[in-house]
């Protein structure tokens, strides 16, 4: 394996432990990578080394959706059905620093690019919601912004209610685009 295959085996096991316990140790992440502590700490020498590494993860994936999605010139239906099914990615965008007890200013510490790139990745999704509405698609009354942030905070409940197993995983995606068409559709 190489080492940025260890790399993202161990960002792997640290999202899934901190998915469970958002105070997890070092320790108990290289255990669950497999890894020894000391291993773990020549990949990440810090918990925000690792944290930072999890956004900077996260917001490539999300603007990987976002690429995927078409938003900008793509078929609007398919566009938001490709949203919906990478909710998860969507959702961390937005609760993955917070969720480990960083706040705002201390995580734009951990990644000095990170307002620039969550701006971005919010400007693709008003101007989205924006084209659906000209398209008839989404109602015109609610602005744009609103429903990028509803779409998002959706997102984040529905994957934490996964997580917390109070909402089976193939229910995520249906209820997630039933709520929000319902409250947002023309």
């Not at 000391?38 to 999890?54: G, M």
């Not at 956004?55 to 793509?74: C, K, P, S």
């Not at 193939?170 to 319902?182: A, D, H, K, T, V």
């Amino acid at each position: 394996m190489s080492r940025d295959q260890k790399r993202e085996a161990v960002l792997d096991a640290a999202a899934a432990v901190y998915a469970r316990d958002r105070s997890a140790s070092m320790q108990q992440i290289a255990a669950s990578a497999g890894i020894s502590r000391t291993t773990l700490v020549r990949h990440f020498p810090t918990r925000e080394d690792l944290v930072a590494a999890l956004i900077d993860r996260v917001l490539n994936d999300a603007t990987a959706v976002l690429d995927q999605a078409q938003l900008e010139d793509g078929d609007l239906e398919r566009g938001l059905a490709c949203l919906t099914e990478n909710f998860r990615t969507l959702g961390q965008v937005w609760g993955v620093g917070y969720g480990l007890g960083y706040g705002w200013s201390h995580i734009e510490t951990l990644l000095s690019d990170l307002a620039a790139r969550v701006e971005t990745i919010d400007a693709r999704l008003v101007a989205f919601f924006e084209r659906g509405q000209q398209a008839g698609l989404f109602r015109r009354d609610l602005p744009a912004a609103w429903m990028t942030g509803a779409f998002q905070g959706l997102c984040e409940t529905t994957s934490d209610l996964i997580d917390d197993e109070s909402m089976g995983k193939r229910q995520g995606p249906e209820f997630l685009i039933s709520i929000f068409l319902n409250g947002a559709s023309v």
